[in-house]
């Protein structure tokens, strides 16, 4: 017997609309690329995009046509959101971080109508532009006055204030199938090209409501949300939806993402709750321990996109600021899990609790998770046993958007994505990940956890940042090695016997809680640690860099 309940589609356009109603002081503060900030009310927002939406018409941009944007975090980009989307067509996230090839591969394999770039990014266009096959027609995120930057003398250029500036102000937004598409983004590939991950309306609307069951401490009428996480990539973590679904208000940061700039922002705009991923928050730490006190008003994190250490979460905690950890992924819309202490273990010494904090955290709200060994088996989850990582939900891809092979790699056990995480899970459904598949390191036949050792070795007072990778090795294939910015405080000690010091005491921490053959062969100081176009480091260029840190192998 079926239900006998209406079938409304869940659409993004809904998403405004509620918020508009019921939230209408929700306020949108940007600071844009000339520095200026511009506060809008969710109502501005909303004539705006309906502006927009008639300006996408106009240009005759039809559902299921793909609008592109290469911008920072601010109304305008949020604009785009609810506009490209509201009228059926999909609006596609370029990361500006990625190399020009790829932003060049990404527009062409997605087909691309339009692109809305920020002015200060149009340089990057112009170098892109000659390398994709049918450009998209240009139109420039600037204000009315600005001059147009002198793009490729090809590209037809608009101007975004111009372009909405005479249209009507309301839309007649359309309904349709709540499975059509709204977003892509693509991964950002680490080998091979990006694989496109194509959102629908229902995906994202569902994503935005278990969002904002997980993180009601963070997200409520009334927050001053700063997502430093970028628009450009995995919509923000569901932040541009999530937001105005609560009444929360989104405070964006433009190009400015510096610890000194960030830290001004919260403070002068006094943000309650900020989203970004360990490495961008470490600078915001080190903002706050120069200036000797935390911005005013700042009652929570959330840290997600790699993992962080107890000294991390401490440091924040210690001024009273709650950390929330979060794990996820591009194919995930993007969050998966909500990381926090069950209430089944708040009796537990508070030592205890506090290593629970370092977990990844339970599935939220309708995401399931197994972990498989290396024949596809499911293993228990017992807190101890480790395997590759599988999830399905309604708000994780089903396949990459026109890329089979992609798809038979990472879909191949039907009904589930393969994540490429290895991790385990605990008898309250608590997920700890030990490492990337791609970043364990194979010694003598046996594997070593380049994350638990990290996370073991930021323990260490004198270390900022660390990385263990996997070297070629002529004896054991591969060895691990350390390389680690040291703090401000140890400094640019030259002397190698304070050096050759700091690595002895590295052993004797990771000594406690590791066999002597996984120990680190050496640990290499240096200034700054390469990172991904998503702001994480990159272990793939440090495994290019120190290849032949062994001598050459392959001799
Ligand atoms: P990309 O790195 O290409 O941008 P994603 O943003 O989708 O891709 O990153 C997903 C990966 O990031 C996960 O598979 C996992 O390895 C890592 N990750 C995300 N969140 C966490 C976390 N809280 N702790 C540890 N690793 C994380």
Same mark, same amino acid.
């Given at each position: 017997?079926?239900?006998?309940?209406?079938?409304?589609?869940?659409?993004?356009?809904?998403?405004?609309?509620?918020?508009?109603?019921?939230?209408?002081?929700?306020?949108?503060?940007?600071?844009?690329?000339?520095?200026?900030?511009?506060?809008?009310?969710?109502?501005?927002?909303?004539?705006?995009?309906?502006?927009?939406?008639?300006? @996408?018409?106009?240009?005759?941009?039809?559902?299921?046509?793909?609008?592109?944007?290469?911008?920072?975090?601010?109304?305008?980009?949020?604009?785009?959101?609810?506009?490209?989307?509201?009228?059926?067509?999909?609006?596609?996230?370029?990361?500006?971080?990625?190399?020009?090839?790829?932003?060049?591969?990404?527009? #062409?394999?997605?087909?691309?109508?339009?692109?809305?770039?920020?002015?200060?990014?149009?340089?990057?266009? #112009?170098?892109?532009?000659?390398?994709?096959?049918?450009?998209?027609?240009?139109?420039? @995120?600037?204000?009315?006055?600005?001059?147009?930057?002198?793009?490729?003398?090809?590209?037809? $250029? $608009?101007?975004?204030?111009?372009?909405?500036?005479?249209?009507?102000?309301?839309?007649?937004?359309?309904?349709?199938?709540?499975?059509?598409?709204?977003?892509?983004?693509?991964?950002?590939?680490?080998?091979?090209?990006?694989?496109?991950? @194509?959102?629908?309306?229902?995906?994202?609307?569902?994503?935005?409501?278990?969002?904002? $069951? %997980?993180?009601?401490?963070?997200?409520?009428?009334?927050?001053?949300?700063?997502?430093?996480?970028?628009?450009?990539?995995?919509?923000?973590?569901?932040?541009?939806?999530?937001?105005?679904?609560?009444?929360?208000?989104?405070?964006?940061?433009?190009?400015?993402?510096?610890?000194?700039?960030?830290?001004?922002?919260?403070?002068?705009?006094?943000?309650?709750?900020?989203?970004?991923?360990?490495?961008? $928050?470490?600078?915001?730490?080190?903002?706050?321990?120069?200036?000797?006190?935390?911005?005013?008003?700042?009652?929570?994190?959330?840290?997600?996109?790699?993992?962080?250490?107890?000294?991390?979460?401490?440091?924040?905690?210690?001024?009273?600021?709650?950390?929330?950890?979060?794990?996820?992924?591009?194919?995930?819309?993007?969050?998966?899990?909500?990381?926090?202490?069950?209430?089944?273990?708040?009796?537990?010494?508070?030592?205890?609790?506090?290593?629970?904090?370092?977990?990844?955290?339970?599935?939220?709200?309708?995401?399931?998770?197994?972990?498989?060994?290396?024949?596809?088996?499911?293993?228990?989850?017992?807190?101890?046993?480790?395997?590759?990582?599988?999830?399905?939900?309604?708000?994780?891809?089903?396949?990459?958007?026109?890329?089979?092979?992609?798809?038979?790699?990472?879909?191949?056990?039907?009904?589930?994505?393969?994540?490429?995480?290895?991790?385990?899970?605990?008898?309250?459904?608590?997920? @700890?990940?030990?490492?990337?598949?791609?970043?364990?390191?194979?010694?003598?036949? #046996?594997?070593?956890?380049?994350?638990?050792?990290?996370?073991?070795?930021?323990?260490?007072?004198?270390?900022?940042?660390?990385?263990?990778?996997?070297?070629?090795?002529?004896?054991?294939?591969?060895?691990?090695?350390?390389?680690?910015?040291?703090?401000?405080?140890?400094?640019?000690?030259?002397?190698?016997?304070?050096?050759?010091?700091?690595?002895?005491?590295?052993? %004797?921490?990771?000594?406690?809680?590791?066999?002597?053959?996984?120990?680190?062969?050496?640990?290499?100081?240096?200034?700054?640690?390469?990172?991904?176009?998503?702001?994480?480091? %990159?272990?793939?260029?440090?495994?290019?860099?120190?290849?032949?840190?062994?001598?050459?192998?392959?001799?």
């Amino acid at each position: 017997m079926l239900g006998q309940m209406m079938h409304q589609p869940l659409l993004i356009k809904n998403i405004l609309a509620h918020s508009q109603m019921a939230f209408p002081t929700t306020k949108i503060v940007s600071r844009t690329g000339d520095n200026s900030i511009q506060s809008h009310l969710i109502g501005d927002i909303a004539r705006r995009s309906a502006q927009l939406a008639h300006a @996408l018409d106009a240009l005759n941009v039809q559902a299921g046509d793909r609008v592109a944007t290469l911008a920072w975090n601010d109304h305008r980009h949020l604009e785009l959101y609810y506009a490209v989307s509201g009228i059926g067509a999909v609006c596609h996230t370029i990361n500006p971080r990625l190399p020009q090839k790829q932003i060049a591969y990404v527009i #062409e394999h997605a087909g691309d109508k339009l692109l809305f770039v920020d002015e200060g990014l149009a340089g990057l266009l #112009e170098k892109v532009l000659p390398l994709v096959k049918n450009p998209p027609t240009i139109i420039v @995120l600037a204000g009315t006055t600005s001059p147009l930057p002198p793009l490729n003398a090809d590209a037809d $250029l $608009l101007n975004y204030e111009v372009m909405i500036g005479d249209q009507a102000d309301d839309f007649d937004w359309p309904d349709f199938d709540e499975n059509t598409a709204s977003g892509m983004c693509y991964t950002s590939g680490t080998t091979g090209n990006p694989k496109g991950v @194509l959102y629908s309306h229902r995906s994202t609307t569902l994503h935005a409501m278990q969002v904002a $069951l %997980s993180f009601a401490n963070a997200l409520h009428e009334g927050a001053r949300v700063l997502p430093i996480v970028p628009l450009f990539h995995v919509n923000a973590w569901g932040l541009p939806f999530t937001c105005p679904l609560v009444g929360a208000s989104l405070i964006f940061a433009g190009p400015f993402l510096d610890g000194p700039s960030l830290f001004e922002l919260m403070d002068s705009q006094q943000v309650t709750s900020a989203w970004g991923v360990p490495t961008v $928050l470490t600078a915001v730490l080190q903002e706050i321990k120069r200036a000797g006190r935390p911005p005013k008003g700042l009652n929570n994190i959330l840290v997600g996109g790699s993992a962080i250490s107890l000294g991390f979460i401490d440091d924040y905690e210690d001024l009273g600021i709650t950390v929330n950890h979060a794990w996820g992924m591009t194919e995930m819309s993007p969050i998966g899990t909500q990381g926090s202490i069950p209430a089944s273990s708040r009796h537990l010494p508070l030592e205890k609790q506090r290593h629970l904090k370092k977990r990844q955290g339970r599935g939220i709200f309708g995401i399931d998770m197994k972990i498989v060994d290396q024949n596809g088996d499911e293993i228990a989850q017992d807190g101890k046993q480790s395997g590759e990582l599988y999830v399905r939900s309604n708000t994780t891809a089903a396949q990459y958007y026109n890329n089979p092979e992609a798809t038979a790699e990472a879909f191949h056990d039907a009904g589930w994505f393969r994540t490429g995480d290895i991790a385990n899970i605990d008898a309250t459904g608590n997920l @700890l990940i030990t490492d990337r598949a791609k970043d364990l390191i194979k010694s003598g036949g #046996e594997w070593i956890s380049s994350l638990e050792h990290e996370t073991a070795i930021m323990t260490h007072k004198s270390i900022a940042q660390c990385a263990v990778i996997a070297v070629p090795h002529p004896k054991w294939d591969e060895r691990p090695i350390i390389i680690a910015v040291p703090t401000s405080d140890f400094g640019d000690d030259k002397d190698s016997k304070v050096r050759a010091a700091l690595f002895e005491d590295v052993l %004797s921490l990771l000594g406690v809680e590791f066999p002597k053959w996984q120990m680190p062969d050496a640990l290499v100081l240096v200034d700054e640690l390469p990172l991904t176009a998503t702001g994480k480091i %990159s272990k793939l260029r440090l495994r290019q860099l120190y290849r032949d840190y062994f001598g050459d192998t392959n001799e």
